[in-house]
């Protein structure tokens, strides 16, 4: 069996320059004035956020560590796709040749080995460039969030965004 104990930790020194900008949004939700950009602005992050939980995808570039148990081997990376991976380090903190260790996956890679508990990972992760549907999704929640904003019972995602996310996760089928 093989897990991660929910330790991560992202890392940008740079800004975050979110997928979708202000003006995207507000054209999507048809507001017209700059009364709420403060409002839409979060309400961007927010859904982008939430996105990322779901699906366990990074949607804009960032530094990821990660901190998991590979005792089963095959231990996937959260946070895909990985576009460099830079260190693995085992128990002791001592970092691990990259001889001695195996990913296989492409964008989204497993740890084939070693097989140890309590190791970290450092890679770069996200989009260079968003997929379509992803970014649609983000202004689907926008959209969901501004309109129902304060309405007891808000269930958190629309059915819409969640349906899209369906497509990008490992873990669910398509609904």
Avoid: H
């Amino acid at each position: 069996m093989y897990s991660y104990r929910n330790d991560y930790q992202f890392s940008n020194n740079a800004p975050v320059v979110e997928p979708v900008t202000l003006a995207e949004a507000k054209l999507y939700c048809r507001v017209t004035t700059s009364t709420e950009d403060a409002l839409i602005e979060s309400m961007i992050t927010q859904a982008r956020e939430a996105i990322e939980q779901i699906t366990n995808l990074s949607l804009i570039p960032r530094q990821v560590e990660v901190w998991f148990c590979n005792e089963g081997a095959n231990f996937e990376l959260p946070f895909g796709p990985v576009t460099y991976f830079l260190s693995l380090y085992d128990n002791n903190g001592d970092e691990i040749d990259s001889n001695d260790y195996k990913l296989i996956g492409g964008a989204y890679p497993k740890v084939k080995y070693p097989a140890q508990n309590d190791m970290k990972a450092t890679y770069n992760a996200g989009f260079d460039c968003l997929p379509k549907d992803l970014k649609i999704a983000i202004l689907d929640q926008v959209s969901y969030d501004y309109e129902n904003r304060g309405l007891d019972g808000n269930s958190g995602i629309c059915e819409k965004t969640y349906r899209a996310c369906q497509r990008w996760t490992k873990t669910s089928p398509i609904l």
